[in-house]
């Protein structure tokens, strides 16, 4: 199916997309400070600015959205228009994600990456913060 959307609706879309603060974050966030662990946000002195940061615990939280960072699930695919774009920007991502991990890991920080799809289970999802928090 063609995309109708004008050139100018389509910037309006794309320029509402949050980096912070979004749906599947807060999500997350909502469900760490249930459990009792206090975090900090995305702290710019680390590699990926991490969306949670346990300081005392040296563990991090990315919360990554599918389309956006190229998951193996049905939202994480590479749009059939404009692949042009769409691939090098997506895959940047993808290597972006990795570098940062991989500057943490290094530096001796634990890393979790909670997909977007990985959200709809809240059971499954409450069952990897404990474990990866310790609580």
């Not at 059939?80 to 570098?99: C, F, G, H």
């Not at 940062?100 to 977007?116: M, S």
């Amino acid at each position: 199916m063609a995309d109708r959307l004008t050139p100018e609706r389509r910037s309006a879309n794309m320029a509402r997309i949050r980096a912070k603060d979004t749906k599947p974050e807060m999500i997350v966030r909502r469900m760490v400070h249930r459990l009792g662990a206090r975090y900090r946000l995305h702290r710019k002195d680390l590699p990926g600015k991490p969306d949670l940061v346990f300081g005392p615990r040296r563990k991090v939280i990315f919360v990554h959205g599918c389309f956006w960072h190229l998951h193996s699930c049905r939202d994480g695919r590479i749009p059939a228009s404009r692949r042009d774009y769409w691939e090098p920007k997506l895959t940047r991502n993808v290597e972006r994600d990795a570098a940062a991990c991989a500057a943490l890991e290094a530096a001796g920080w634990q890393v979790l990456v909670i997909w977007e799809c990985e959200i709809r289970d809240c059971q499954i999802l409450e069952q990897r913060l404990r474990s990866f928090l310790g609580l």
